[in-house]
């Protein structure tokens, strides 16, 4: 067991889920391995709580619900303050305990936790702005009153790949808008999760109103979403178990939030800035190792920037530097794990034996945690990097001659999460930015992340938007009262 070390306050560390405000075991006694995903050492464990305890974090959250969707919305904006400013203060211990069990380098850790407090500062703000209206009636006697309640109970279930901001995405305009939650995080980083739990508890957040549960996911999976007093489910990760998950909830019609897999095309067009296209390419493939859902999945280059882009662009790949998160300098860590490396391979190995080649190659640290960034040229539809995630940092080239080819490889996927491309020409970005069938759309940038922006997909990417003005109408309902007699 290598439990992580250096940090200035180790009861961040949990391992123990949080149920009604108790820090509990399974009743089973059983529990999972959470490993390091650069050195494949254990990190430490977790309990693997199952249906009967996912049952009882549900009623706890449920007995907070009925005095926490009553608090003014002034005291609940106090209270996300308050956790806030607590993720602020232990930044860098989060980022350590989000390196050491997801792998990404620690610079990119600390901008995780950046963005990820900033969601609980923003819907904090946006608590204090929930109101509604009153519409004239056509009858003399009467008004129509349009109130904005809570939605209740929600569940929420988190990937590995942003562990703690897909969280507080979800869990700080659920908590603004008087929701309470049982969250689910992955198996594989459950520790920022209750990292996150122990200082919301410190903040004052009453008890049973986050509750986390850890564990193997079927078990917890299948009462979240069977549950009546279950109302809502918020769900990112892939498209594969968000659909599963969508059929599990029919039968009792929750809300649904999908925040799903991805396929982005990056276009680069002949009137690009070549410089600054291969510096968005840089950012938007191989951050978090090219482990995020909007990361670049297609990189499209008209034929007569193809050769000066891939040369530009090599040079950069060759230059990467791939090892352990918690070293400075490291660009690239380990992938999170073993199936993730497979994948990796398959698509590469499929790509050069349908005719792709390299074009550049970074050295990776020997073992079968890491994957060297690489640049592959002669990319085409049939290869398996065209049609799925490969979620590593593999960049393939794909080469067009004109735009409509373009815009029809980009939009040619089940999925519509993010797009980039570049040009210089206004006529093409307004024409093309509207072609996109894709839920955020980057011109002349690598990045569309940030809070005050709607994120998410259409398509097989997903239902709903998260962050922005919009991303607490997700936890609330629209109730109609109709005063008559007046
Ligand atoms: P995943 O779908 O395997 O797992 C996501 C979560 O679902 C995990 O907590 C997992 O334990 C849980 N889960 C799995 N099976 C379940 C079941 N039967 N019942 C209940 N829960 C279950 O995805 P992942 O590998 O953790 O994350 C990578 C995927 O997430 C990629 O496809 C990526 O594109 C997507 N993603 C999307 C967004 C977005 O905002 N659209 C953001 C990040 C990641």
Redesign the pocket.
Known sequence: MTKPTGLADPDLFREAALIGGQWVQATSGASVEVTDPATGKVLGRVPDIGAEQTRAAIDAADRAFQSWRKRPHAERAALLERWFALMEDHADDLALILTREQGKPLAEAKGEIAYGASFVKWFAEEARRIDGSVIPAPAGDRQIVVMKEPVGVSAI??????PNA?ITRKVAPALAAGCTVVI?????TPFSALALGVLAERAGIPEGVVNIVTG???A???E??ANPTVRKLS????????S??MA?CAPSVKRLS?????NAPFIVFDDADLDAAVEGAIASKFRNGG????CSNRILVQAGVYDAFAQKLGARVKAMRVGPGTEAGVEIGPM?NAPAIDKIRRHVADALSKGATILAEATAPSGDQYAAPVLLGGATTEMELASE?T?GPVAPLFRFETEDEAVALANGTPYG?AAYFYTESHKRAWRVGQALEFGMVGLNTGSVSTTVSP???VKQ??LGR?GARVGIDEYLETKAFHMAGL
């Open positions: 279930i988190t990937p590995w790949n942003f897909m689910k995080p992955s198996e594989f193997m996911p079927a917890i999976g299948a979240l979403t769900f990112t990760g892939s498209t594969r178990v968000g599963i998950l599990q999908l925040e799903l897999g991805g482990q995020t859902c909007v999170i995630e979620f999460l994120f998410g997909g990417s997903g998260e």
